[in-house]
């Protein structure tokens, strides 16, 4: 029966794919960014409606939720639901793509392959509407924005999308080139696979001067590239070298001419690691080392930590679950393999959300087209033969998993 399923939702997925391709180009010709994402919304929403599913939209800012309920054996108490996660914002790219379907939004482009995110999910909702009668459950598919910031998982959870009727599993994915997973292939690892994500912020205040009389100032700028070499002590010399860690300064401005020393300075960064305990001491370690710092050279700092993603973590037993429905899924399909990943990636995803609250996975699709390019690139684009894949992956994890 197993692989039977998994031949008719590879099947019924091809038969979709024109379709989804369609949804696809029509999402990136006209990509929405951050939590500003109504036209987007409404797209979705009015294919769900199309579908016959339950819709709600508004759910946490614009996020759209569609609930599907399967008839097969109906009016069981205990039914159970599984939700199926797709991000719908693009970034604040100019696309260089030169695609017929590029965008049409000046200084927007869907770089990092939500646009295939949502087209597989609606083709999966597509799927499953289709065998309502096979289905012995609900089936919840959530379109989140503001995933590449500033985050909309947590806005839609405390709005009630893992409630009414109560989530108990959830599934994504991420398709694109970066994780050396194979075209048509899966890759997955059980436990903390990606991240977590968060953004601080340092101001340096010093006391400017001319750029000739250096003994008369507190040069905040020096002072401000001593703390971003200091940071790196944190990584090597404060922390467990089994336990993963970045701290990246990503910008620094200070200054106005090239003769005056300057009074302040600014830096913005991001820390990444995979265990919680040390992240919740990276704020007060980084304020150490930047304040220590700038009181040594007679400076006054100022430090502020942005919590952003928590780490992401798959549930084994669902991760398990789902590499077996992989596995049927890729044989039907005529190929690809499902890999566990030998290591987690430093990138965050704020499915993790999800993740602390129910047990699922998040899963990577490779879809690295013919001439690649890396994700946030203004010519980064997906190999679109891999969407109905997706569509069938999903489709088919969240029947089966109802299934028991």
Not at 375 to 394: Q, R, V
């Amino acid at each position: 029966m197993s692989t039977l399923g998994a031949r008719r939702a590879i099947g019924m997925a091809m038969e979709l794919a024109k379709d989804i391709v369609e949804w696809r180009r029509h999402l990136h010709a006209h990509p929405e960014t951050g939590a500003e994402t109504p036209e987007t919304a409404a797209y979705v929403a009015g294919i769900l409606r199309g579908l016959g599913l339950e819709v709600r939209t508004g759910v946490g800012g614009y996020g759209v939720v569609g609930l599907l309920r399967g008839t097969a054996e109906s009016g069981r108490s205990d039914s159970r639901t599984i939700a199926v996660r797709a991000d719908m914002d693009a970034l604040n790219v100019q696309e260089e793509t030169g695609l017929e379907f590029a965008s049409k939004m000046p200084g927007r482009m869907h770089a990092c392959g939500h646009d295939g995110h949502v087209a597989m999910a609606l083709g999966a909702a597509t799927i499953l509407s289709r065998m309502k009668d096979d289905v012995r459950g609900n089936v919840k598919f959530i379109f989140q924005p503001a995933e590449e910031g500033p985050g909309g998982a947590k806005p839609m959870i405390e709005d009630g999308v893992l409630r009414d009727p109560r989530v108990d599993a959830i599934i994504g994915l991420h398709m694109g080139c970066i994780w050396n997973v194979p075209t048509g292939s899966v890759g997955v690892r059980p436990g903390a696979m990606m991240a977590a994500m968060d953004r601080f912020e340092v101001l340096v205040k010093g006391k400017g001067g001319h750029g000739a009389m250096p003994h008369q100032t507190c040069d905040a700028l020096y002072v401000g590239a001593q703390i971003v070499s200091a940071l790196q002590g944190i990584v090597s010399r404060r922390t467990n070298p089994l336990s993963p860690i970045v701290i990246t300064v990503g910008q620094f401005h200070s200054g106005s001419a090239f003769n005056i020393i300057p009074g302040t300075a600014w830096l913005e960064g991001t820390t990444r690691c995979l265990d919680e305990a040390l992240r919740a001491r990276l704020p007060e370690m980084i304020r150490e080392v930047a304040q220590g710092v700038a009181a040594t050279m007679g400076a006054e700092c100022e430090v502020t930590y942005h919590w952003g993603y928590p780490v992401l973590i798959n549930d084994r037993g669902f991760t398990d679950f789902f590499s077996n429905v992989a596995r049927d899924v890729l044989e039907a399909a005529g190929g690809g393999t499902v890999q566990e990943l030998p290591e987690p990636t430093m990138g965050g995803e704020d499915m993790a959300y999800y993740l602390r609250e129910v047990p699922g996975a998040f899963f990577f699709l490779g879809s690295r087209p013919e001439v690649a390019y890396p994700h946030h690139n203004p010519k980064f684009d997906i190999d679109e033969s891999t969407l109905p894949l997706g569509a069938a992956l999903l489709a088919e994890a969240a029947r089966r998993w109802l299934e028991g």
